[in-house]
């Protein structure tokens, strides 16, 4: 309707009676039910669908809850990659509102496919992700738009710190990307384990952006050093699996090589590089540096600590500490490693940690075990830091 003030006194009764009346009863009654508030998506097909305002306020606020929050699409926000999934949020206005005519929004093709590629260096450790092309989006802005972004995901263990974005594209539901953005540190065990969580999100300047849709992909599908193409329809928030709650929190990835050198007598520690470390200041970066200690540590004099790197979530540091040692106490050992951000005026802050040794795990267990099979030959290895604070001596 017209609402600009000039216009209102040009307007006859003739007009004005036409305007209200001509165009037909329906239409200013669906436009009015846009102010009130709607019941959300959860809400059982057997409600009526003209609730009057009273109860469909009640109805929404009940169903915020009790209704299925995996059935409910979260607000993309920002936070919500650090809880991932804790705390279902409902949707708002904007993401309900295509859903007013049909409630069979369990579609899922309404929401577009994404074409990209995923290879799996694993020479170099590294993940590429390029991210093609959206087609079909499902407009989320006023002018039947959206603005649109990538964002990537290594799952379980979410964080802040294994998020890579796409830059954003103004007013449009076919956005082509072309960009490839690269996970560094991959190891094989990743490769098993983890599923890259590939999510469409709108950016909105004044609010929180938007979800629009999502694909996972378990990276045991891909093939070492092969590229693979997928044109995959994106789906509503998929359910977080409970065990993924259980899962230590990733901070980040660190490259360790290990050398037992049998002329020296002692262990050789190589501190390399770290990538994608959690922030831990409030520019978005920290001043990472590693420590490590060879336990146990009888005579506390293990510790060994680098150089701090200013203002770099990728800091290289290449250093490399000597433990000596007889090659045959080895074995009982477990060398901890963490990575620190140096504050100033405070405490440091811990970004998160890794022990390599016989008590641990996985890649863990394995770096140390190919190391004390292969005297004075040195092993890079890359692993995945966890908020996990190793065993004691932390105290900085
Ligand atoms: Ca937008
Ligand atoms: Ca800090
Ligand atoms: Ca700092």
């Not at 999510?199 to 938007?210: G, I, L, T, Y």
Request: overall charge neutral.
């Amino acid at each position: 309707m017209t609402q600009r003030k000039g216009e209102k006194t040009t307007i006859s009764i003739q007009e004005h009676m036409a305007i209200d009346v001509c165009p037909g009863p329906i239409q200013p009654i669906k436009q009015i039910s846009d102010y009130f508030p709607r019941y959300p998506r959860g809400l059982p097909p057997t409600a009526p669908p003209a609730l009057s305002r009273a109860g469909s306020l009640r109805g929404t606020t009940t169903s915020q809850k009790s209704e299925d929050p995996a059935a409910e699409p979260k607000r993309d926000e920002d936070d919500l990659d650090q809880a991932f999934g804790a705390t279902a949020f409902v949707a708002n206005k904007k993401e309900e509102e295509p859903d007013v005519e049909g409630y069979d929004s369990d579609d899922s093709t309404t929401l577009g496919t994404l074409d990209f590629s995923l290879l799996y260096d694993q020479e170099n450790n590294a993940l590429h992700c390029t991210i093609n092309k959206a087609k079909g989006l499902k407009p989320m802005d006023h002018n039947g738009l959206s603005d649109p972004y990538v964002k990537l995901h290594l799952l379980p263990g979410a964080s802040k710190a294994n998020k890579l974005r796409t830059k954003t594209l103004r007013n449009t539901l076919n956005p082509v990307w072309s960009e490839t953005l690269t996970y560094y540190g991959i190891t094989d065990e990743d490769m098993v384990r983890k599923t890259l969580r590939i999510s469409v999100c709108d950016e909105d300047k004044f609010r929180h952006n938007e979800f629009i849709g999502e694909t996972r992909i378990p990276l045991k599908k891909l093939k070492p050093n092969q590229t693979k193409n997928f044109s995959n329809c994106l789906e509503k928030q998929l359910p977080i699996d409970k065990t993924d709650d259980k899962s230590l929190e990733e901070r980040g990835r660190i490259m360790i090589s290990l050398k037992y050198s049998s002329q020296k007598c002692g262990l050789v520690v190589g501190i390399i590089r770290c990538a994608h470390l959690a922030a831990m200041d409030a520019n978005g970066f920290s001043d990472p540096y590693v420590k490590t200690y060879l336990k146990p540590d009888e005579n506390k004099k293990s510790k060994h600590k680098t150089a701090v790197k200013k203002k770099t979530l990728n800091p290289e540091f290449n250093e490399e500490f000597f433990y000596e040692i007889k090659y045959a106490d080895l074995s009982k050992k477990t060398l901890e490693v963490t990575v620190w951000d140096y504050d100033i005026g405070k405490s440091n802050d811990f970004i998160g940690g890794v022990s390599l040794g016989i008590n641990a795990n996985g890649e863990r267990l394995k770096h140390w075990f190919d190391c004390l099979k292969n005297k004075d030959k040195k092993i890079e290895r890359w692993h995945t830091l966890t908020n996990e604070l190793p065993g004691s001596g932390y105290n900085d």
